[in-house]
């Protein structure tokens, strides 16, 4: 169920924070590949490949231009 704050789920809420942390570790800015972010990821949620995916998709996540 979304947050009322925000309308994020708590899995979206994981893997943004998530994502933002190894933006910092890789250098503001860097690209950070998938893998790498499903790694950590799923040290905190139990989440498929394809569900991290479908919440990247969801946020608007783009690959490298």
Known sequence: MPDVRDGLTRRERVVLTTLRALQRERGEGRF??????????????????????????????RGRP
């Open 32 to 61: 950070v590949p998938t893998a790498q972010l499903y790694g950590r990821v799923v040290e905190r949620l139990d989440i498929a490949p394809q569900e991290l995916t479908e919440i990247l998709v969801r946020l608007g996540a």
